[in-house]
Structure formats: structure tokens, C-alpha cells
């Protein structure tokens, strides 16, 4: 057969270094069939890294729930000796018709590359293609990595139909951001261009996170992980020094309580996630996973407060929560499962409570200016958008430059007594007890993992994450230069211990380095590797250096570079580790600040909002007035691109926030909007 | 009227101080009946403080799914106004039959005390049983207290059947071991008469948890969940130090995944909490909740593990698992959701692997000898007690003196490449392609809130909890004392000023401290409550003192002092801590010590288990053998008294593990139950 004689000659017959090839995958599935039908099998060659969901399967062959194909199916079709068996070359044994589908990621390997089929099979990625061609008629190109976090194989049949028709303008715009010389391990796409694909790329291969095979959840990797505990010890300290403590409560909720404050639950009932099974038995009333804990709490914050000399009662819990969102997911910023902090408190007295409030969002706004370097602006939420069942809520907002959209950052609210009337959460007047009793005042105040993915937008860039050093996991990488083959063994020795040094000094003084001192790959590969990574200075030390007494060392934002002597490397490295934190912060708050613009006329305002701005405006606060203004201001349909991840195509903006320090308002100035007159600024935008 | 008059005679006009007044709740309660039926009212008369669960109102009064009732029913059937203002004296308008139940735990009020009826309406104790037994014909006292663990509204109408008959032996039981003087604060069994009820009150007292009202799940509060950040820290640092890093996982699996490892998945199918709904859909397929993460995490492992040069792989995680188990819950030790910590590693060699199971064992050892003061006993489980799919699993074990049971600590296990070869967790051989590939080495091991209760059951008295100091929320409250009617408003401010400085010198060296200088309280009743909950040290500073430059320290565990001058405090306080710290554990190690026998004939195998000892008996190593030795060992129904909790009524010795450290085996020596040659000493014993 002349098919497969000429798989045989394409194949390589030296073993490449074991680096250097790329490993592919090549699955047959079987899609579900009536028993009487013949199932046409489905061979998908894809990047080893390539995660191939069986929805997009099924949705480019037009086929359902393909499962991979058993022994008995490959065999019959490819006369293979198993499906674990089967390789390419078999596809020139097909005893009939097949899909072929081979995977987008494809496209960014070089044509010389060599490509790993199994443990013994190499071939040239040109050649691949070459035979991959004989199948023209059953050949197809899928974009699984564009498409994976919005399918899974237990969900979103209706959802599939719904993206096929952006899919294609989709993947044209994707062919269009990939970037030039982008390699392999590298980003491929342009912030500029493809921002979504980008935010995706930079995370999993930054290795911050990595899809999931439950939709909506994502792996937390330990860079981002370990961000997070930074985060929670900086946090933890700043709240336990206000006499907050920490405890736990279960994260199941029984139905009657959850469903006790009405206006509350409102809010989150369409997202509760039922547990109604326990191994093979119904449980007699289906018991909800927390989607925020107030409920949970407050019954027994009533039966532990008995005395206003238990007041006041502030405890915080590190846990997650569930809301089974049914909109698109998005890495950090809406997953169905998230890490977060919440914060309940119950005062005697509303002054106590509304100081707790401001300072805990001066908590939060220092998580964000202080460890991500990134700018918020803080305020308070508009009545349309404050917490359902609570009195006022207050907020740090970010803004993404790339989108030009708002994101809400972290939230403190003030409960009021709303829900301790509920939970009849009261004490003895401390005046007597022929004053009348007094329900506690309340607050709630929660940051979550989402904070990440704000930081990761904001910083990071085409070649990788970029990452604050307070924040970041490790801080520093020593890496050996300058050593050729004309480098003596004793040399070579030298430069490495001189390196292990400096990594052990630096750790001693608590700076977060390691060494890459494996001899196996170019100090160029290493550079690429720990910009994609985010590492944010890298340290340089080579034989011209040694004689010197010095180091070079470059920052991971700019490429800025210093040269720091070995006698001042505990002294300069933290300078240089916090000269980078205090730049990041201020090119993210210069981007904030131009593009905050105030317009007074409701004229300016589209044009503003289509300029990537979020706009400070005199509003009249009334709620009807910023419905309209999001109407208003939506996009209409003229043929734009929108951003696929938009809730709809065409999102007005939202207000974000009355900022706490406002603007100057004019006597007499009316609203942007309406007749009314504005009774402050507020900030609107197009938002997360 | 005679009845009501007599009520409002009984009222106390004048209002007592605050503080001294006992708050008792009364309600009413409608029973589910058929619309036809006329429903019996169920009036409940209780302390404040005790939570009275709907199950049990229906298990006394044989009525079916009471309710609060509304004010309809409590209008009709007692004329009172509201079902909220009904107040005990309408007991004297009732219309109709009801049912009266009183709280057991009212029977620890004196009969002097005042009790506080509602806003303004007061009575003495003992007048307020007087007039109830104007109704004796309807009442009932039922314990609420013993049985709130096991009932709840949501489920276990089942259950309530099976534990009737045991209900009437337990109340007696609990009648004889109310400790003579308890007060109402204060712990009202006795650790050695009735151990479980002794450690429900001392977890609730003593503030370490409360009882939820979804069953099998409880609140960790503030001095609980301190502990456990205690241990997070210790235990952290340790194998952050052995390069394991921290991550996050999802806590949804989809049944495919959960299913993937057969052996493993049957351990945990039964228990396993399925979520089927969110919101108002029906999701296409059910997701389970995380009973532990091992099919959770190796999918993802081994697609990031492409090279040996990825291996080792070591992650951890903190978070909570479920279990949703149906044998009776226990605090801390069988709870459906747990925090705890689970390791997953990966390495390239057994060897590797092997090192760290016992690295990470002795680390868990640690966490029960170092910070927790509690001897264990590290071992390997046999093969019919080790975990799942693993190829063996090593433990520490533990003994709960009162019961003479043993308990399992923590396990560390070596999984071998039972799950690699599943989940296809492999590398090529470093020594080059034509080397076979090598599936990853596996470990997993875990470590969970279960040491608390551990601590507890072994350390605290009858006076409450004792909590060693290294893991204490607080090691040390400063109590002013001395201070009389005498004592000028100079001189006490001057005593206050000195023991706030005390406090403060304490924080400065990092003692947690804290001060209570409240002066509506005397001393005693402050010791009382710091006793209840377990403050390691008390510092008590009078005028006396203050003249001899002194302060008196007293130990919680055994009420020692310590006269330490002011110039020592630095110094001697941290040094008083760590004696207490080693003086718990020496006492622990005792009892363990003179309760771990050696038993080498079988004839005496059960005395010696029945003087609650756990027993080191040589053994031959065969499973069918431990079935044996367990069934053989079960105490016949013999009247004896079984602990409420145990899990049969006659509950055999099961291995707990074969101790690494061994006594010497004689040659020959046969093993204790059959005709084998005993392979080693295995350690039994009774277990929970
Ligand atoms: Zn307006
Ligand atoms: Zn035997």
C-alpha cells in the first residue's frame, strides 16, 4: 500500500535530543450512535499539551458524545493491534470513511521541527502535514485552545449552537494576533490584538492555572497559589490587629436557612449549587452549598451574643464558595468555585460598624495598591448595585487598559440592622432594660482570588507574566553565564559555586531566590522561560562579572538592567525588587489616571466610553436615570467587533462607584442624563 | 382565675442586676397533623442558651414535624395575643390539651435564681417549677443537651427509632455523672462516669465549636480554629522546607474522574455528596464533592510531568473535604466536612517515595508530640487496613485513656504505581529511549482537624478544656486581684495599671496574652470561665504583689504555682509555658506507656483489652487471621454497659498497625490466635 509505505519513509529514524522534539497525540474516538448504525470514527492529532474536549469534538464533526474509541472499533476500522496502539501511519489502513481533525496548535510549530508520535516514531512536522494531506476529505482544523474554557462534555449543548457564529470571526482575529516569532513555549498571541487568547495563554502557560475537566473550575498552580498566601498573610496580620478572629463554618447550608432574608437569597438563588445525593441515598431536603455565608452565620451569631459585652463579634473565614454562574467563565474573574475571605461583624453601635467598613476598604485598596501595584479607585456603590439585603456597600474598582472596562475589586458592606431583625441578633440596652433593646449592627466585607486576575491583566505582557516582586512566589533567579566550550571544567565549577552563593546569600536576607544551574539548556532559554514565568529580576552571573565582583542584574517589566557589586547584594537587590514594585504601580496608575476622564454633557459620553475610558459624571442618583444611561450607552450593532467575552454584544456602562473623592460640582450642574440635578459624581464604565 | 393569679403572684416586681438573671425561653410549637385534625400545641420552656431541635420535640411528644407556631394557633389555643408574646402565665387560659416539655439542663439552675421570663416579667426558679407543676399531667423533661448531635429536622427519622432504646440508660447515666457542684457555666459531667457528654459540654463550653444544624457538620470557632492555624504554620514551613509547594484544586469531580481507580473509588462510593441541581436546572450529569483529591489531581499530573526533569512533583493542599458518613458524628473525630491538609507527590524512584512517606510521618508525629503534647505510636496498617489503591500506609496512632480505645492519628501512604500506571503518570527512562518509561512513584498523606479532638479528649478535666500552650489562641490572661471595698479608686487604678503592663511586656516577647480587668466580675468567677476554656496560664497581680514586686502564676493542668518576680517575667513565663507544655505530655506518655501491653497467649487477650489497655500481641500476618482476632474479641451481650457511641454493641480489637518499633519476637513464637509462626508485633485494640 503505498499510503502507508509512505508514512514509514517520512518517519525519522534518529532520535532527536530528547528535548528538542514535540510530542503529539493521535486519539480515535467513537461519537454515540443508535446500535444498529455504524459509528464513524473521529482521529484528532493534537500537541501533546492540547486539551481536546469532547463538545468541540462532537461539535466539528457534528456528531455526540464521542468517548475514546475502544480496542474493538480501532481495530476493525485501522486494523490496529489496539486503540492504544494505533499511530498515523494506520490511518492508511481505513476500511472506510473517518474524521480527521488536527488541532490549531499545530499551526505555531515550525516545519522543520520534529515531532515525537510515540515512544519510538519521530517525524519532521512537514512531513506530518504532508501525509496528514492524503486525507484532504476528511481532514478538519479545530481551535481547541480558543475554545476549552467554554465547553465541557457534561454541559452547554445549547451553548455550542449559540458560539458558532462568533466562532469564525474568532479564529480569523486569532490568526491575526498570533505573534510573529512567538515559539512554542512562548505566548502567541498579541495583548494588543487578541486580549481574551492572550489572558488565557499567558495563564496556563505562565503556569498560573490550568483548565479544568468540571467547567467553570480551575487548578490554582502554586505561583498563583502561593500569591494568594501573600496576599492572606498580609491580610490576616492587618485584621487580626483590629481583633478580628478566624474560624470556620460548614460550607453546606440547609434550604430554610439559606432561604431566610428574602431580598439576600434573591440574589443568589439561580447560582446555588444542590447537593441531593449521598452515595446511593436521596437525602430527605436537598442541602445548598454556600454561596456567601451570611446566612450561615448570623443564627448563631443571635444565640452566642447574649449580652451587649459580647459586642463586638468579629470573625472572618478563609474559605471557598459556590455560585454556578451560567455565563461564560473567566480564569480569576468568574469561576464557579473561588477562593475568598469573608468577614462578618456585629457592633453595638452603627458608628463602630461604618468605621470597620472604611477601614477594612482601606485593607483591600492596600492589597491592591500596595502588594499587586494596582491603582483603585475606592467608593461607594449605587443603590441599583449595592449588596442585595445590606444598607450601603463600599468598593475598590480597577480598570483594565486593554478593554477600557471597569472591575469591581473587593467590597465591604454595611449590613445596617437588616439582618439581625431577621436573625433577631439583639441585646439588653446597656442604658437599662427599660431602654429598648438594641439589634446589632452589621457588616460583611470579602476579597477573593479574583484579585490574581486583575493583577495578571493589568502587568503582564507578550513575552509572559509579569509579577509584582512583593506578591511574587519566587522573586529572583540566579542564572549562570558566559560559559562556552572553551570553558575549563574548573571554570565552569567556579562560575556555579560564585552563583550558589549569591542564591544563598540573597535567601538568608528573606528574598525568594533559586539557581538554574542545569547545563542542558542555553542561558537564553532559561531568560525566556522565567519571563514567561513572571520572575521578576533575574540575575546574571558570568566569568567577566566574577572578575569584576559584580552581578547583572534585569528586571522582568522592562529589560531595565543593573550592575550590583557582590559587596552590595544584600543591600541593593531589595531596593532594586522594590524600585520594580513602586514603577509597576505607577505606569498602571498613570494608564488609570488619563484614562478616568469627567464628562459633564451626555454628548461626550459614548465617544468617551468608546475611547477605552471609564467617565466621571455629575449624576442625580436616581435609579431609573443610570438604567437608562446603560441603555444609552450601549453599543449598537453597526458591524464592530465586540470582545467574545462580552455578556452581550452590546454592553452599556454601568456605574462603578460614587467615588470618595469627587470632583468639584458646579452650583446648579445638572445630570448627565436627565433634567434632575446631579448631587455628585459617579463613575461609570463598561465593567467585568 | 386561680392558675393565671397565681403566676402573676410569683412574678418578681424588682428588677435583678443584670448579669445575674438566667434567661429562659418559652415557645410553642405546632405539630404537622392532617387538615382535618386539630393540632396538640407543644409548649417548650428551656434555658436560653439550649438548642431545642424539632426532632426531638417530636420524639417526645410522638408528633410529627413541629414547627413554631404561628399566631393563630397560639391565639386559639392559650388566648395570648401573639404567638410572640405568649408568656408561661397563659398556660392558665388553655383551652385545649397540650403537651409541656422542660429543659434536663434547667435542673442545674439553683432554685434561687432569678429567671428572666421575657423583656420585664422575672421569677424565682423555683416558683416557675411550681407553677409548671400546675400541669404535671402534661410535662416532660427532655434532655436536650445529650441528644442535639444526633438529630436534626432535616433527617434521621430512622435513626430516632434505633436510638430510643438506648436514650433511657443514657439519661440515667448522665443524671449520675452531673458533677455534684457544677454551676451552670461550668462543665455538669464527669470525664471518667460519662465521657461522651462530658466531651460534647467541653467542646461547647469551652467555646471550641458548636453543633450545626445540618447534621454531621459543626462551626469551628475562634479557639478551635486557632489551633489548627497553629499547626497549618508548624506543618507548612516543615514540607515547604522539603520543597512541597501549595496549590488548589477544585472540589468537584466529575463522576468519570472519581470513578477512574476502582479499588479507590469503592472506598469512597457510599459517601460520596453529589450535587444534581443549580439553581433551578437539573445539571446534565451529577458532580461529586471531593472526598480526597488522588483522582482529582493525577490526571493534571501527568499531563504537566513530560519529562523526569519535571519529577519530583510535590504538591499540597489546605481545604475541606466530604464524607458524608452515616454512623453517628462525633466532633472533630467523624465529621461530613473536614479541613485538612493532603499531599500528593510524585517521584522518579521508590526510594525517593519511600524516604518521604516516613519524612512526612514523622512530621505528623510532631504535630502530636511537639505541639499537641499527645504521645502516638508510628507503625504500618496491614493490608486490610491500609488505604485503598496504595501499595502500603504508614500511621501514627494514638490512645484515649478513658476508653481504652485507640485512635488513628494520621496516615501517610505509598500508592506506589498503582495510580501513575492508571492515570498514565509516566516520564522516559533517563537512561535513554530504549529504556522502558517509568510510571512515577506515588505518596499521598493527610492530616486533618481530627487532632483537635484528640488533644482535648486527652488533656482537659472536669474544670474544662486544657490546651497546651505552644497550640493555645491564648497562652496567658492577666486577672487583677485583691481589690475590695476597701481598695481606694488610686489604689486600684494603680493595680490595673500594673497588670496592663504586665500584659504588655508579655506581647512584647510574643506571649499571646490577654487581660480581663473588668470589675463586675470578681476573680473567682474569672478563673472559672479561663479554666472552662483551657488558658494554659492565669496571672494573678494583687496589692500584695505589687508591694513584693511580684505575680502569682497558676498552672491550668494541675493548678501549680509560681511566684515570679517582675524583673523575671521575660524570662520565666516562657519557661513556665514549656514545662507545663512537657509536663502534659510526660502524663499522657505515662498513660499510654502502662496501657500499650504485651499480651502473648490469647487467653489473654480480652481481660487485658477490657481493662481498656490496647494490646502488642505477636501475629502472623494473615488478614483472615485480624478477622478472627476482631470477632473473637467483640464483648458478648452480656449487660455490660456500651459506650452510646460505639459502633456495635459489641465492637472487637482491630489492628491499628504493626509499630516500627518492635518488642523482641522469640524464635518460634507462635502467633497469639492461630497455629502460624507470628511475623512480628502487631499493636490492637478497641478503636474509634
Ligand atoms: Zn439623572
Ligand atoms: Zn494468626
Not at 431 to 451: C, E, M
Request: charged share 25%.
Amino acid at each position: 500500500m503505498p499510503v502507508s509505505e509512505a508514512f514509514a519513509k517520512l518517519c525519522v529514524n534518529e532520535k532527536p535530543p530528547a528535548e528538542s522534539a514535540v510530542a503529539v497525540k493521535s486519539l480515535v474516538f467513537k461519537p454515540k450512535t443508535p446500535k444498529s448504525a455504524t459509528p464513524v470514527p473521529i482521529v484528532v492529532v493534537a500537541l501533546q499539551s492540547t486539551t481536546t474536549p469532547s463538545a468541540l469534538i462532537a461539535n466539528a464533526t457534528s456528531s455526540k458524545d464521542p468517548r475514546l474509541a475502544r480496542d474493538d472499533l480501532v481495530k476493525q476500522a485501522f486494523q490496529s493491534e489496539s486503540a492504544r496502539a494505533f499511530i498515523l501511519g494506520d490511518l492508511a489502513n481505513a476500511t472506510s470513511n473517518f474524521h480527521l481533525l488536527i488541532d490549531h496548535e499545530l499551526g505555531t510549530v515550525d516545519g522543520d521541527t520534529i515531532l515525537q508520535l510515540n515512544d519510538s516514531t519521530y517525524m519532521k512536522k512537514s512531513d506530518m502535514m504532508k501525509f496528514l494531506n492524503n486525507f484532504e476529505d476528511s481532514q478538519k482544523v479545530v481551535d481547541f485552545s480558543q475554545e476549552v474554557s467554554k465547553e465541557t462534555a457534561t454541559e452547554g449543548k445549547k451553548q455550542q449552537k449559540k458560539q458558532q457564529p462568533s466562532k469564525a470571526g474568532t479564529a480569523a482575529a486569532a490568526a491575526a494576533a498570533a505573534l510573529e516569532d512567538a515559539k512554542l513555549i512562548g505566548i502567541t498571541v498579541d495583548k494588543a490584538l487578541d486580549f481574551p487568547g492572550w489572558y488565557q495563554q499567558i495563564l496556563t502557560k505562565g503556569e498560573m492555572l490550568d483548565y479544568y475537566d468540571v467547567s467553570g473550575c480551575y487548578i490554582l498552580r502554586p505561583p498563583s497559589y502561593a500569591i494568594w498566601e501573600n496576599i492572606q498573610k498580609w491580610f490576616d496580620d492587618k485584621i487580626k490587629a483590629i481583633g478580628v478572629q478566624n474560624a470556620y463554618f460548614p460550607m453546606f447550608v440547609s434550604s430554610r436557612v439559606l432561604e431566610k432574608e428574602k431580598d439576600h437569597v434573591e440574589g443568589f438563588a439561580p447560582e446555588v449549587a444542590w447537593v441531593t445525593r449521598a452515595g446511593s441515598s436521596e437525602l430527605e431536603e436537598p442541602i445548598a452549598i454556600r454561596p456567601t455565608s451570611e446566612t450561615v452565620m448570623y443564627p448563631y451569631y443571635a444565640k452566642w451574643v447574649q449580652s451587649y459585652r459580647d459586642l463586638p463579634l468579629k470573625l472572618n473565614q478563609w474559605n471557598s464558595v459556590v455560585r454556578w454562574e451560567f455565563k461564560h467563565p473567566q480564569p480569576f474573574l468568574r469561576t464557579r468555585e473561588f477562593l475568598w475571605q469573608e468577614g462578618h461583624t456585629a457592633h453595638l453601635t452603627a458608628k463602630d460598624a461604618e468605621e470597620e467598613v472604611l477601614q477594612i476598604l482601606d485593607f483591600y485598596a492596600g492589597v491592591y495598591e500596595e502588594l499587586l501595584a494596582v491603582p483603585v479607585v475606592k467608593g461607594r456603590k449605587t443603590e441599583k448595585e449595592k449588596f442585595a439585603g445590606g444598607d450601603f456597600t463600599t468598593t475598590c474598582e480597577g480598570y483594565i487598559p486593554q478593554t477600557g472596562r471597569g472591575i469591581q475589586g473587593a467590597t465591604s458592606h454595611h449590613l445596617g440592622q437588616n439582618f439581625s431583625k431577621m436573625f433577631n441578633l439583639s441585646v439588653e440596652n446597656p442604658l437599662g432594660s427599660d431602654h429598648p433593646k438594641i439589634f446589632a449592627y452589621q457588616n460583611s466585607w470579602g476579597l477573593s482570588t479574583r484579585v490574581i486576575g486583575v493583577m495578571v491583566m493589568i502587568h503582564s505582557d507578550n513575552k509572559g507574566l509579569v509579577i509584582p516582586p512583593r506578591v511574587s512566589q519566587f522573586q529572583s533567579v540566579v542564572i549562570p553565564v558566559g560559559i562556552t566550550k572553551k570553558t575549563s571544567e574548573e571554570q565552569r565549577k567556579h562560575i556555579h559555586e560564585t552563583a550558589r552563593s549569591v542564591e544563598s546569600r540573597l535567601k538568608k536576607v528573606g528574598i525568594r531566590a533559586f539557581g538554574d544551574y542545569n547545563d542542558n539548556y542555553t542561558p537564553g532559554w532559561k531568560f525566556s522561560q522565567y519571563e514567561l514565568k513572571g520572575i521578576p529580576i533575574r540575575i546574571e552571573l558570568g566569568p567577566k562579572d566574577i572578575e569584576k565582583n559584580q552581578v547583572v542584574v534585569v528586571r522582568r517589566n522592562d529589560s531595565k538592567k543593573y550592575v550590583v557589586s557582590f559587596d552590595e547584594l544584600e543591600a541593593r537587590i531589595p531596593e532594586i525588587l522594590e524600585e520594580m514594585q513602586g514603577d509597576l504601580f505607577k505606569k498602571a496608575k498613570e494608564l488609570f489616571d488619563t484614562h478616568r476622564v469627567i464628562v459633564n454633557e451626555w454628548s461626550g459620553f459614548v465617544p468617551a466610553l468608546n475611547k477605552k475610558n471609564v467617565i466621571l459624571a455629575p449624576w442625580c442618583g436616581v435609579m431609573e436615570c443610570e438604567e437608562d444611561i446603560k441603555e444609552s450607552s450601549a453599543k449598537k450593532d453597526d458591524g464592530e467587533e465586540f470582545e467574545e467575552d462580552d455578556k452581550a454584544p452590546s454592553m452599556g456602562a454601568k456605574s462603578l462607584c460614587i467615588p470618595f473623592d469627587q470632583p468639584v460640582l458646579n452650583e446648579g450642574q445638572k445630570c448627565i442624563k436627565c433634567e434632575r440635578i446631579a448631587v455628585n459624581y459617579c463613575m461609570f464604565g463598561r465593567s467585568y
